[in-house]
């Protein structure tokens, strides 16, 4: 308990002080479970933090913070991305939940390229153990990601699948994103994503978020709300965060 305190402590501190290195314009999706299809430039870290995350589900409160996800630019239209977030449970425990590593790569340029068209990317890679019960095992995940313009309307289709952490039983998972402007660099965000955990005995994770994110010249700052529709999903879902990009 004393060394994920610890740990806990030293996260929070190296969030605070990435704050003071070299940024640059960042295009990040967080608070959301899908993503578009874009990628960072070579050579260039996205960092996408979140500071606190609350979430109630059957009347117990979950409080995680940090939430982070790592996007490094390997090369044109390449990235590498690394993600976990550290829970603090109702009974006062503190666990490092789903750590996952992949690869990104946008397989056709679009409008998120400033081309013509739509955006066509693909992300895939291995859902490492984390310290929950049950979740020791590797699983893997693979998802297609659509990005177009219905204007004034952007949005980012997600649809994808693996094989879970637990027992590595196959699962099936999508979302979708739609972003509106609303006034110069401000804008309301909402996603609705479901999973299915098992194909023999379907258990399905149904919930729909909407967030408003503030754009400032070196990063983003947003805040938003989830609500699970179905039983398998966490009933609310509170986040706040900071994305931006580091040279």
Known sequence: MRRAMAF???????SVSLLFLPLSLAWGYRPFLATDAAVADPKELEIELGYFTWERDRGKNTFITPKVVLNYGLIRNLEAVAEFDVEEAPHGSVRLEDPALSLKAVLKEGVLQEKPGVSFAVEMGPLLPSTARGEKKVGFEGTGIISGELSPVMLHLNLGGGVDRMDNNPFVAWGIIAELPVVPKFRIVGESTAKILSVSLPTLQLSWA????????????????????????????????LTFGIF
Request: hydrophobic content about 45%.
């Open 210 to 241: 909407l967030s408003g994110i503030r754009r400032y010249p070196t990063s983003s700052i947003d805040a938003g709300i989830r609500r699970g529709i179905s039983r398998a999903a966490p009933a609310w879902m509170f986040t706040t965060g």
């Open 8 to 14: 806990l402590k030293v996260l929070r501190l190296a």
